[in-house]
């Protein structure tokens, strides 16, 4: 059973938008339905030239039918509850299930289209009471509280203790413990909330729309490229505006493009659209009313569950364990960043002066005057810069060799194998001693059926006890060559494939026996440790020079570019912290409230949330504002949000720790491979960082990677 990855799939799936709404069921005969047996080829990778379209439905199916079989026969079992007899059991089960979700939540991100989406929204609330079904089930959670009850009798390894502990609090955290009448309050509360974060997520997509803005003269646009403009001519043509020009809005409060405007008054109202969208101005779409309900419900559910408030109901699992700890280690930020942003903003204030615009600096004019300073100081032509960061030669000469280097690991491409799209490629991974861990595959390429950002998947995550050894796939959106042409990507691109891998590393090295303790199933303020480490490896000397290397001259990049690149990647680190700092205190203050707490007022009590922690700064606003925060109102981040920082903090810590002790060594990389990327989910993360690094992390290497540490 793997519960909590199925709840991260749902989590997943949520963030996605299906564009239809009904569908019909189709048959498909089990026997051709290659999701039915396990596949046949090496690693049990997925046979993408026999999955079609109409297998996902009928496999979801079939597969949430025999998980709950499984789970009615162990729970009905006469024998006594044992170890083997229940939690192994439950481990073994939800095989069908697991290899269609494996597949098809991989497919939703990277590769979708109508009928994937359509098959998702519909697969959504099933997959939910399906986990319910599961969770508050009687009988099952008496078996699992019984052996629960005796655990230091049964005479439990390490890992096993940790996973009879983990199901038991999945169960107790779902509800079992709760009399019927309040079991069937969760379930409502469950239903509404997904209901309102459909709602919540609908309205962002809405949004988007509603807050774009029209621009009637070219002249306006001063600054934008030729190709920029023809296309906002071209959005404005396609919603009916001829001869106007249409500008979006982004996710963030800042807006990208406002880094090129000329024009400060269209500046403001560009960034007015954005931050102030979703609050029902002019008879907009309001999203107020459903954060402060969900806040309210969410607060209940918390109660329910014996917890002071929600905050220390998300928190109780993760490695922070309690809201205080997460806001200590935030609280101690504030003082460094401020004096950081304030520096910058000075900086931008001379240039502004420069431009005769004697007022205060505003928000819609940091970003455009940073970006004046970062041209002054570095002065970087990126067109000098990409010739030296040639795909091939970052992957096996920067990505690869640093995995060689740390774990002995060795990988190797193979064109035998059938992938879901002609630019994802395979590779065989190797251990030093030759025998082979698993594969990992590269979905390096932007294409319109892909969703932006960069992330790590598993379509088989490792285990003992399955038999299953992993098979990894890490998707990026780098900007496809023409035909023929080599890849030269920017230097951001190169850290996100370095982070990328470290994510990779963490399942393809995975050492563990139960498949819900694979890889990458660590708390999510932990997840992103392993990835954000393997950044710093890019401009490490040692790994450096063996990629940058000019991909027609052969020319290492000179050592005046490097540190200009290297520089400027640190500049704006005071606007960029601060403005996540913000979004991240106002999610903890949101649900720290209790239900007698909810606020009538989202836009003061999201005032007063800053101005308690000093960052109601006029210039840098959160980076996301509540009625459009969607990793905490429509996915799954709520109280989360500092997990990024949180695990940055151990990713800095430990890679000074590592250059303390003799840097890219492969005693360092065991190191680092037998205490943290083998172990999974079989431990306490933290208990694993301690044991690690002899001692508890340091928050000034945070500061120091950020560049915020000049002032301390
Ligand atoms: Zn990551």
């Given amino acids: 059973m793997r519960l909590q990855s199925l709840l991260l799939i749902l989590m997943a799936g949520s963030l996605m938008l299906s564009a239809c709404n009904k569908s019909q069921s189709q048959s498909s005969d089990m026997s051709d339905n290659p999701f039915f047996s396990e596949s046949a080829l090496p690693f049990h990778a997925p046979d993408f030239d026999a999955i079609k379209i109409e297998h996902y439905r009928p496999a979801f199916e079939a597969g949430i039918g025999e998980e709950l079989k499984e789970m009615e026969k162990i729970a009905t079992n006469p024998e006594a509850p044992t170890f083997e007899n229940t939690i192994v059991a439950m481990e073994k089960s939800g095989r069908l299930l697991s290899r269609t979700s494996s597949v098809f939540y991989n497919l939703t991100s990277s590769h979708t289209n109508d009928q994937i989406q359509e098959i998702q929204k519909e697969m959504a609330p099933k997959l939910a009471a399906h986990s319910d079904n599961i969770l508050l089930n009687a009988e099952l959670y008496d078996r699992v509280k019984s052996l629960y009850e005796k655990r230091d009798e049964l005479d439990l390894n390490e890992a096993q203790m940790k996973l009879l502990k983990d199901t038991h609090r999945d169960f107790v955290r779902a509800g079992a413990q709760l009399t019927e009448k309040e079991q069937q309050r969760m379930r409502e509360i469950n239903e509404r909330i997904s209901s309102l974060t459909t709602e919540f997520q609908e309205n962002l997509l809405a949004l988007t729309k509603e807050r774009s803005v029209l621009v009637d003269d070219a002249n306006k646009l001063d600054g934008f490229s030729d190709d920029r403009i023809a296309a906002a001519k071209e959005a404005a043509t396609e919603r009916g505006y001829e001869d106007q020009y249409l500008l979006s809005i982004s996710n963030t409060t800042r807006v990208p493009v406002l880094k090129e405007l000329n024009?400060?008054?269209?500046?403001?109202?560009?960034?007015?659209?954005?931050?102030?969208?979703?609050?029902?101005?002019?008879?907009?779409?309001?999203?107020?009313?459903?954060?402060?309900?969900?806040?309210?419900?969410?607060?209940?559910?918390?109660?329910?569950?014996?917890?002071?408030?929600?905050?220390?109901?998300?928190?109780?699992?993760?490695?922070?364990?309690?809201?205080?700890?997460?806001?200590?280690?935030?609280?101690?930020?504030?003082?460094?960043?401020?004096?950081?942003?304030?520096?910058?903003?000075?900086?931008?204030?001379?240039?502004?002066?420069?431009?005769?615009?004697e007022s205060e600096v505003q928000p819609w004019d940091w970003n455009y005057y940073a970006e004046k300073v970062r041209q002054d100081r570095y002065n970087i032509d990126q067109s000098k810069v990409r010739p030296y960061f040639e795909l091939n030669r970052v992957l096996k000469d920067g990505v690869f060799y640093t995995m060689n280097k740390l774990f002995g690991i060795t990988l190797e491409e193979r064109n035998d194998l059938p992938v879901y799209h002609p630019d994802v490629r395979v590779f065989n991974v190797y251990d030093e001693d030759g025998s082979q861990i698993g594969l990992f595959y590269a979905d390096f390429f932007e294409r319109e059926s892909k969703r932006g950002g960069a992330w790590m998947n598993s379509f088989v995550s490792q285990s003992h006890l399955l038999d299953h050894k992993p098979v990894i796939v890490n998707v990026l959106n780098i900007p496809k060559p023409a035909e023929g042409d080599p890849a030269l990507i920017s230097f951001d691109n190169v850290t996100t494939m370095f982070h990328e891998m470290g994510h990779a590393v963490h399942g393809l090295l995975s050492d563990v026996e139960y498949p819900s303790q694979g890889g990458?199933?660590?708390?999510?303020?932990?997840?992103?440790?392993?990835?954000?480490?393997?950044?710093?490896?890019?401009?490490?000397?040692?790994?450096?020079?063996?990629?940058?290397?000019?991909?027609?001259?052969?020319?290492?990049?000179?050592?005046?570019?490097?540190?200009?690149?290297?520089?400027?990647?640190?500049?704006?680190?005071?606007?960029?912290?601060?403005?996540?700092?913000?979004?991240?205190?106002?999610?903890?203050?949101?649900?720290?409230?209790?239900?007698?707490?909810?606020?009538?007022?989202?836009?003061?009590?999201?005032?007063?949330?800053?101005?308690?922690?000093?960052?109601?700064?006029?210039?840098?606003?959160?980076?996301?504002?509540?009625?459009?925060?969607?990793?905490?109102?429509?996915?799954?981040?709520?109280?989360?949000?500092?997990?990024?920082?949180?695990?940055?903090?151990?990713?800095?810590?430990?890679?000074?720790?590592?250059?303390?002790?003799?840097?890219?060594?492969?005693?360092?990389?065991?190191?680092?491979?037998?205490?943290?990327?083998?172990?999974?989910?079989s431990d306490e993360a933290m208990e694993l960082y301690q044991e690690y690094r002899g001692q508890e992390p340091e928050v000034k290497h945070l500061l120091k990677r950020r560049g915020l540490d000049a002032g301390e």
């Fill in 263 to 357: 024009n400060r008054d269209l500046r403001e109202r560009l960034w007015k659209a954005s931050a102030y969208r979703g609050i029902g101005k002019e008879g907009g779409i309001d999203n107020q009313p459903i954060i402060l309900e969900l806040v309210k419900l969410r607060a209940e559910q918390a109660k329910l569950l014996g917890y002071e408030n929600y905050a220390a109901y998300k928190l109780d699992p993760q490695t922070a364990q309690t809201p205080e700890n997460a806001l200590d280690m935030l609280k101690d930020l504030v003082p460094p960043v401020i004096a950081n942003s304030t520096e910058e903003q000075s900086a931008i204030k001379e240039m502004m002066e420069k431009d005769g615009i």
């Fill in 520 to 681: 990458t199933s660590v708390p999510r303020d932990f997840v992103e440790f392993p990835s954000t480490f393997e950044e710093d490896w890019a401009i490490q000397p040692g790994v450096l020079e063996n990629y940058a290397v000019h991909y027609e001259t052969r020319e290492q990049i000179p050592q005046e570019l490097l540190d200009k690149v290297i520089e400027a990647s640190n500049f704006n680190q005071g606007f960029d912290t601060q403005e996540y700092l913000a979004a991240t205190l106002l999610d903890m203050e949101w649900h720290l409230l209790g239900t007698e707490e909810i606020p009538e007022d989202v836009q003061n009590f999201e005032q007063q949330a800053l101005a308690k922690y000093n960052l109601d700064m006029e210039a840098i606003h959160p980076r996301y504002k509540s009625p459009y925060f969607a990793h905490i109102f429509s996915g799954g981040y709520a109280a989360n949000y500092y997990a990024y920082i949180w695990s940055e903090v151990l990713a800095a810590d430990a890679f000074a720790y590592m250059q303390e002790n003799g840097g890219l060594e492969s005693e360092n990389g065991d190191r680092f491979r037998k205490y943290i990327l083998s172990q999974g989910g």
